[in-house]
């Protein structure tokens, strides 16, 4: 399996507590007594060093606790059946510094993970980044987790944490993530592979590399067979099955952008890039957005944009003008918007004052009920976030970019094997179901206000989480101070506590306690 997530310990007084352990448990008893304090909810003192306890755990552990073996404060151990780790080294920044795990700000980042074949186990640590260090902390440990954490049956796998007498910790898992593959193959045969002997891998290894052989070449032939279907004739079914604009020319479009200058970039994508430009004739302004071979499932997302957008007409979303297909390229003609991404005018325009911003915040809202209920056919967008939302002349929203987008029957969601978006828009379930549903597009929505509203990203400061941030203040009756303070204090506090609240309410762990769009447009309208 593998497992990555990322926590922080928030305290109120100078005490430490002991720390957070995450756990993979055969046995799915709660908490043992006595287990308070440094045992970090894990052991019973009487019963610690037995393997009836049937648990191992990754602790980060913030209390040196010498009775137990501790090294120091701040390190990261691996526990089996016993409070006393099997190896535990210090947790050191990439300048050797060792990281204070009780810093309030501070937020971790771990990556564990393990090999049944090898019974390894290993830990990468990092302190306020989502990238992963390229050396673990903790190096591959010998654990059979079969044998030590009895995974044969249920198996509890989550965190515990524990503080002393005289700590106030909190500890919060911000973000969790947890895949494994589908073995479905008994342990008996598991283990026969290996009693097999050398014959039995050779057979193994030349089998698996002759078919992956064979794969390869009849991957290579699909692949040629797919391009040729779309870049010779798939310009003319295209506008002969899905209805599309007109077809424009490439010279018009490589005439239209100055060969593609790189002084006319809007912006860069998984998808390619996108180039400000004037059509040849009547001058119109344009963007063209060029899908190169080598972009991120370019062709696929292509037809799925073609598809879908050319199905929708509603004021607030980004209108198609044209396309066109050359040799290995793909290029998509779309209306100019002169105000460009709403990210970018939240960064950058100072006069971006809160009555527009309202109007684009229900702009936006409108389109997504237009798609999520009012279109033929229900679709969810899957990539709602600022730089999606265009703006135009009047700095009216104009939601774009459909190259992940979903048609949906109306009686069911879509399941998908890929997790689609962007990291901080992304809605939690998303990781767990596969599924992407309207809800999950509500989330999307809902982050994209908190960060209208505050002018901050949904990671700021550090990692500090931005819904969490306001939910806070919530709490405190506060909210309005989430405000973005580019706004000099003018706006209007009803509809600043109003939109706040919607986008606390849309981004709602649960996917069931999320407001559907049309509630959403209606509580913006004050109904």
Known sequence: FSTSFVFSIQNSTATR?????????????????????????????????????????????????????????????????QIRSQVSPTFESDAGNRVDLHDSSANVSAWIEYDAVKHSLVVFVARNSRRRPAAPL????????????????????????????????????????????????????????????????????????????????LGGIFLICKRMRLFSAGGRNLEQNIGMPSELSYRDLKSATANFDPKNLLGSGGFGNVYAGLLPGDGSPVAVKRIGENSRQGEREFLAEVEIITKLSHRNLVHLRGWCCRSRELL?????????SLDKAIATNSSLE????????????????????????????????????????????????????????????????????TFGYLAPELNITGQCTTASDVYSFGIVLLEVASGKKPFFDDYTVLGEW???????????????????????????????????????????NRPTMRQVVNSLKGN
Not at 332 to 340: C, I, S, W
Not at 361 to 378: D, P, Q, S, T, V
Not at 394 to 418: M, Q
């Open 17 to 81: 507590g002991d720390g957070l352990a995450f756990i993979i448990s055969g046995n799915l008893s709660p908490a043992p007594p006595g287990s308070s304090g440094s045992w970090l909810g894990l052991f019973d003192p009487a019963m610690d060093r037995e393997r009836s306890n049937k648990l191992v755990a990754v602790e980060f552990d913030s209390v040196h606790n010498p009775e137990l073996q501790d090294i120091n404060d701040d390190h990261v151990g691996v526990d089996i059946n």
């Open 138 to 217: 903790v190096p591959p440990q010998p654990v059979n987790l079969c044998e030590e954490a009895a995974v044969e049956g249920a198996v509890f796998v989550g965190f515990s944490a524990a503080t002393g007498d005289l700590s106030r910790d909190v500890h919060i898992v911000h973000a969790w993530n947890f895949s494994a593959p589908d073995l479905r193959f008994s342990r008996e045969n598991f283990t026969g592979l290996k009693k097999n002997g050398s014959r039995t891998r050779v057979v193994v290894i030349v089998s698996v590399v002759f078919s992956l052989l064979l794969l390869l070449v």
């Open 332 to 340: 998509l003609v779309y209306e100019f918007m002169p105000n460009g």
């Open 354 to 421: 809160w009555s527009k911003r309202y109007e684009i915040i229900c702009g936006l809202a409108a389109a997504l009920l237009y798609l999520h209920e009012e279109c033929e056919e229900r679709i969810v967008h899957r990539d709602i976030k600022p730089s999606n939302v265009m703006l135009d002349a009047g700095f009216n929203a104009r939601l774009g970019d459909f190259g992940l987008a979903r048609l949906i029957d109306r009686r069911r969601e879509a399941r998908t094997t890929a997790i689609a978006g």
């Open 470 to 512: 306001i939910w806070e203040l919530y709490r405190k009756r506060s909210l309005v101070e989430a405000a973005d303070p580019a706004l000099g204090g003018v706006f209007d506090g009803g509809e600043m506590e109003s939109v706040l609240t919607i986008g606390l309410a849309c981004s709602d762990p649960s996917p069931r």
